[in-house]
């Protein structure tokens, strides 16, 4: 029998500072940029033990990658590739009490630093000198625990029953061109997303074209945005409970001006005709912006950009469906709950900016056609493997995970539609439906601006 023999030559910190790193990911968030926000917080150790605060930040972000197991099987994961180092085994007490120990204003600090828009060579992040990003809510479970519905509560019953869990909000500005994370806020389920926006649009960089659903079309966010010096995009009510706005001009592409919230602003009002074999979907759409120019922004490239909102849909799609797989969060306390949704904002960012890293080593490469799944998993098999920890001396930007992002990459996308349905109701029993067509069609799209309002 011929026989092989593999060697690896494994490169981490010292001492029990060793199963402190996200395996290759560890070069998006490196030990001195851990050490620097603990410092800042102050959240170092005043002694190294066993569990050093650094270790405790990336045990956190571990976690996320590992979201269906235990910290102490994740732990296992951390420590499975250093083979031969005298590493600690802590209990599942001693993992607990570190992470408190830790606290999330660490995970808060690291967040800041990390966040905002992923710089891509190709797709479209910017429009016309704008970086386009959208802006949106969702809902994530927490624990169902004392300490927890102090600050969260449940959703109460309705025809699909209440919640079994405490519920939170969950509000971020995302850049659609790489759906990485501009800023994000939460808290309970009590305010809605437009009281938690009036933090968000506060911070909102210059520059940024803002895309927004029908829930954010509001005279106060919109002054808000403009006196941040950015613009918005935002979809309007059309029937009784719409804005009222008056006709003061009519441009050649069909807009016309307007007045909303003591802003001047362009309203653009379309009729939408999806074509798929099934049939033909005719709705009227409402468009606000604070774009004044029809000459520099046409109504009908506006009308196309507007879909580019979905990016955030699908975000939200990776990080509870894959990333969290539908689960809830595993912290038991409101500080512990606000320590790991910034850990989990933190690793879906690096993870987004290492799929962006890849791209853009090739321009013809949308950053749509990176897998988020294949970058995933990538990543869990490198923290097992402790592979990449410590970058060498000439970086490698795109790197393994990369690499398998790049080897198979998704087809470019086709215009398809599919029923906006209730796929997982609150109860199982009230998810089914007979005349529900959960179906994916390929359409044809046409769009007809109307010379007069609906």
């Known amino acids: 029998m011929v026989q092989s023999v593999i060697t690896r030559v494994v490169r981490v910190a010292a001492g029990p500072f060793a199963p402190g790193h996200l395996g290759e990911l560890t070069q998006q968030v490196p030990f001195e940029m851990v050490d620097a926000v603990l410092a800042q917080t102050r959240c170092m150790q005043r002694r190294v033990r066993d569990l050093p605060s650094r270790v ?21 994961r951390l420590v499975a590739g250093l083979d031969g180092l005298p590493v600690a085994y802590p209990s599942e007490a001693a993992l607990t009490k570190a992470r408190r120990r830790v606290g999330p204003q660490p995970l808060r600090a690291l967040f800041d630093l990390l966040r905002g828009p992923a710089a891509a060579m190709a797709g479209p992040v910017r429009w016309r000198g704008l970086l386009v990003c959208a802006i949106d809510g969702t809902m994530l479970f927490a624990a169902d625990s004392a300490a927890n519905l102090t600050r969260f509560s449940k959703q109460r019953g309705g025809r699909t029953g209440g919640s079994g869990y405490p519920m939170l909000r969950l509000v971020t500005v995302m850049a659609c061109g790489t759906r990485s994370v501009m800023d994000a806020v939460f808290g309970a389920i009590t305010c809605g997303e437009t009281t938690y926006a009036r933090d968000l649009l506060a911070r909102l960089p210059a520059g940024v074209l803002l895309l927004a659903d029908r829930n954010f079309a509001a005279g106060h966010l919109l002054k808000i945005v403009t006196g941040r010096q950015a613009h918005l995009l935002v979809r309007a009510k059309t029937g009784r409970g719409g804005p009222k706005l008056s006709m003061l001009h009519r441009f050649r592409d069909g807009s016309y001006r307007s007045v909303f919230g003591g802003q001047p602003v362009r309203v653009i009002d379309a009729e939408i005709s999806i074509a798929t074999k099934a049939g033909t979907v005719t709705g009227v759409y409402r468009l606000i912006t604070t774009l004044l ?26 990080i509870k469906s894959s990333i969290l797989g539908g689960r809830v969060l595993r912290a038991r306390t409101p500080a512990g709950v606000d320590q790991e949704i910034h850990a989990l904002l933190v690793t879906y960012q690096i993870l987004r900016t290492a799929m962006t890293d890849a791209t853009n080593s090739d321009t013809a490469v949308d950053p749509d056609r990176a897998s988020f799944t294949i970058a995933l998993h990538a990543a869990r098999d490198q923290i097992v493997h402790a592979a990449g920890v410590i970058a060498d001396t000439v970086i490698d930007l795109v790197g393994n995970i990369g690499r398998l992002v790049l080897n198979d ?17 609150i109860s199982k029993y009230n998810a089914r439906g007979p005349n529900i067509d959960r179906r994916t069609y390929q359409a044809t799209i046409s769009l007809t601006i109307l010379a007069e309002p609906p």
């Open 409 to 425: 990459l998704l087809p470019e996308r086709r215009l398809r539609v599919n029923a906006r349905t209730v796929k997982r109701a």
């Open 56 to 76: 405790v930040v990336y045990l956190l972000l571990a976690g996320c990658l590992f979201a269906e197991l235990g910290y102490r099987q994740v732990w296992q």
């Open 293 to 318: 120019d029809p000459q520099a922004h046409p109504a009908t490239a506006m009308l196309r950009l507007y879909h580019e909102r979905w990016e955030i849909e699908t975000a939200y799609l990776e």
